[in-house]
């Protein structure tokens, strides 16, 4: 993956205004009773309150938290529960459409007595909006959905305004974490970013994009994408403090 090959991208596709339509599935295959009793059971306790968000994340968890993080689009939730694992005393926010992935996300909260997860069905742009100014630690987007044909790219998430509600969303200093499988994507985002002052990338080196970050858990997507033969590019970037 080369992510600033300039001829990976479409840089200067007319983007139209803000849109906050969600594309891609939302339900797979029908629910297993268990699944189902924990959409119904659990899901509602945990769910992230929007209307209420604006107080301060920190006050929906039910203990003090050093920090907020949110996870966009967690899939499956295997790299938001085994970060919630690894940091008990962060909070971690999650958000995503995909009612089989909440599902999933849900049992492994319940099987693993975690605490420190709030979570949305729903869309990441919602949350991003609801927050304060200045509130999350990090931002996750891991393995957005590429729609790699030319004009499927407008449904791409990465975009000004999502970009412009990340950075008011995260505390000086913090960090924004994109991977992707899709030298395409990558060279979109970075088409977007890199002309920015308020997000910095933090690359020097190579290994600093193609190598993971400390604390990196595999998720499902990535998983396939390596069976499939596809290079995974993991960037940092951080709102100047
Ligand atoms: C390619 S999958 C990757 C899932 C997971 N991050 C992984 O790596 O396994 C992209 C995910 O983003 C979710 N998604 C799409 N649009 C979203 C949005 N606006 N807000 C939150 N999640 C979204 C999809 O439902 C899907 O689960």
Known sequence: MNPVDPDI???????????????????????????????EGLLPALAIPLDRLGAGPDRIFARPVSEIRLEIGFGGGEHLAAQARQNPGIGYLGVEPFLNGVAKLLAAIE???????????????????????????????????????????KRRIVDPAFLDAVVRALRPGGEFRFA??????????????????????????????SEPWDGWHRTRYEEKALREGRVPGYFRFRKPA
């Open 180 to 209: 992707t499988d899709i030298d395409d994507y990558a060279g979109w985002t970075l088409v977007r970013i890199l002309p920015r002052t308020d997000l910095v990338w933090l690359a020097e080196v190579a290994a600093d994009w």
């Open 9 to 39: 991208t479409d840089g200067g596709a007319p983007e139209t205004a803000p849109r906050h339509q969600l594309y891609g599935r939302s339900k797979g295959k029908a629910l297993r009773a268990a699944q189902a009793a924990r959409i």
């Open 111 to 153: 099987a693993d007595s975690l605490d420190n997860i709030r979570l949305l069905r729903g869309d990441g742009r919602d949350v991003l909006s609801a927050l304060p100014e200045g509130s999350l630690a990090r931002i996750d987007l891991l393995y957005p959905d590429p729609w790699p044909k030319r004009r499927q790219r």
